[in-house]
């Protein structure tokens, strides 16, 4: 059995070793939230500000997790995750909304999201989910 000093530091390795893109159409919001990611160890790889650049940025970095607003102008988050799944059906996102309706979950879970976040969150709250699901086997698609 581990000590809680050996837990903490293997914590410490999985955060370092994953890599995230941010993406939300507040460009103040993601700049605060890849710096807090930064001082948790979470290496920020890229960010972007609408669903067409989360597709465009998950081509070409493969980040380990992806953190995608659904509500966005233009190309939503909506867009942005069924392109990602397009590109890889396995790959892990982390959804973040306000809209609290059924109707958005539901659309989010057909889409085969890997966890919901919803706003206002505590951001200790989606670290701990970012763990979480990075340590987390690859979904099994049907």
Do not use: H, W
Not at 62 to 80: A, C, E, K, N, W
Not at 94 to 103: F, G, N, Q, R
Not at 111 to 132: F, H, Q, W
Request: charged share 25%; glycine share 6%.
């Amino acid at each position: 059995m581990m000590s809680s000093g050996t837990m903490q530091n293997v914590g410490r390795l999985v955060s370092k070793m994953v890599k995230v893109i941010v993406i939300d159409d507040d460009i103040d919001t993601v700049e605060v939230f890849c710096e807090y990611l930064a001082i948790k160890d979470i290496n920020v790889i890229g960010r972007g500000y609408d669903g067409k650049a989360a597709v465009d940025l998950y081509d070409k970095l493969r980040p380990d997790i992806i953190l995608l607003d659904v509500m966005m102008p233009d190309y939503d988050g909506f867009y942005g995750l069924a392109g990602i799944r397009e590109i890889d059906p396995n790959a892990k996102v982390v959804m973040v909304t306000a809209d609290l309706t059924s109707d958005t979950e539901k659309k989010l879970r057909a889409l085969n999201t890997s966890a919901i976040v919803y706003k206002p969150y505590e951001i200790d709250g989606v670290v701990d989910t970012i763990k979480r699901i990075a340590t987390e086997p690859a979904l099994l698609t049907q």
